[in-house]
């Protein structure tokens, strides 16, 4: 019995998934935990920030699927555990919210289970007040909400848990608010700039939420787990183990099944639905193009005659954070239909996009390069036309004509005929259709543009249909 009661101890000391299912045990009596995939990789995700292969983590997660007992109560338990003298700053959008979930990881700290299988976590009397607590070796964890004070404080690892209400979702001030914060207060907390650690764990809100602003760096580890999957993924699990998660899957079907999910879609809106459960907030401005109207192919098409290949470039000369981004789409256009191969998005300086252009147009043997005559686009034509390198289509310069939504909305009948054509999976899929779906009200629109610029061009250039011998 000791020696049964020794591995199982083993066990909650080393693997964070069994951990946490003793903590739910704990915090939650008498409530069952129906385990998913999804807490295994969650679980996995947070143990390479353990491990310090990951610094900056988001997770993105519908609500209801234990994220905050996961990352505030569970998984701050089980570093102290591990690492007493370890400091957390622990944020939520209230300071109730934050002080329940600092009650309840101080609840698992305090139990006989915890302090035999951690003995050296041991909470200090000298400070132990529910929102500030200490160890004895001088760790802790200090909860504040978005907004609070954190003079004199700092963390080793900062956990942001739901930093903004969804009521605020749509307020321009609240979203800043949160964003300034975290931007001149919060991150001069991190008290080692370069290991220490962030995670943020949330449902999206909104397209300018913390979230959106964040991913815009590139610099994220992110995790996003949509309600119903959208595209084909691949989710790491644990060591050697995958998720293979096929279009339309819902995240927890035990739990909640297709068909209630969809009753949520209509009792919430779609709008509430796509931001707080496929954690891809579409813009109050509404769309133009609707996600029924796109079609999927499963293997690219195979080269017919009379097919071409087109390269569509919207282009931007900067590359800082908040600068547009440089978009190039390839695509196999045959007759009415337009089979898109692959799209490119980065921010560039002009010698990479120059590089870049002349690498792409060989890569996939393009024969026709449309290029928007527009800011550096224009001046790429003209090194383009003197250069002529081998390999690559002489420009056709293209002039803009009427506004971004103007041209867009030009082409929508098209894309509502099915002529438009998307791979079913593909790493930039999910990017390319969030901006379109969401256009005219999302941050970017480049994709927007070089779509509308390539549907433009091959409209003008489809086959017509020679007319019948008149009858009468």
Known sequence: MIERQAFLDAILRTEFAFFLRKVFATVSPGDDLHWNWHLDAFAWQLDQVRAGEITRLIVTIPPRHLKSITISVAWVAFMLGHRPDQRFVCVSYSQELAQKHARDCRAVMDSDWYRRIFPAAVLSRKRSAEHDFETTARGGRFS?????????????????????????????????????WYSNTLLSRLNDKTRGAIVIVMQRLHEDDLVGHLLETGNWEHLCLPAIAEVAEEIPIGVGRIKRRGIGEALHPDREPLALLEETRRTVGSMVFSAQYQQAPVPAGGNLVERRWLQHYATPP???????????????????????????????????????????????????????????????????????????????????????????????????????????????????????????????????????????????????????????????????????????
């Open 144 to 180: 504040t909400s978005v907004g609070g004070t954190l003079t004199g404080r700092g963390g080793d690892i900062i956990v942001i848990d739901d930093p903004m209400k969804p009521d605020d979702a749509m307020s321009e001030t609240a979203r800043k608010s949160v964003l300034d």
């Open 302 to 472: 195979e080269r017919q005659p009379g097919d071409q290949i087109v390269q569509s470039w919207d282009t931007a000369s900067k590359d800082g954070v908040m600068n547009d981004w440089s978009v190039c789409i390839t695509a196999q256009v045959r007759k009415r239909e337009v089979f898109v191969l692959h799209v490119f998005r980065d921010r560039l300086t002009f010698p990479a996009l120059r590089k870049k252009v002349t690498s792409l147009a060989r890569q996939y043997n393009a024969r026709v390069l449309l290029i928007e005559d527009a800011a550096s686009g224009a001046q790429l034509i003209q090194q383009l036309r003197v250069d002529q390198p081998t390999g690559v289509p002489g420009p056709i310069a293209r002039k803009p004509a009427g506004d971004k939504l103007t041209r867009m909305a030009a082409q929508t009948s098209r894309i509502e005929a099915g002529e438009l054509i998307l791979p079913e999976d593909a790493a930039w899929l999910a990017a390319f259709m969030h901006e379109i779906l969401g256009f005219p009200g999302g941050r970017h629109d480049d994709q927007v543009d070089a779509l509308s610029q390539l549907l433009a061009w091959t409209w003008k250039r489809r086959p017509r249909v020679a007319a019948g011998p008149s009858v009468g």
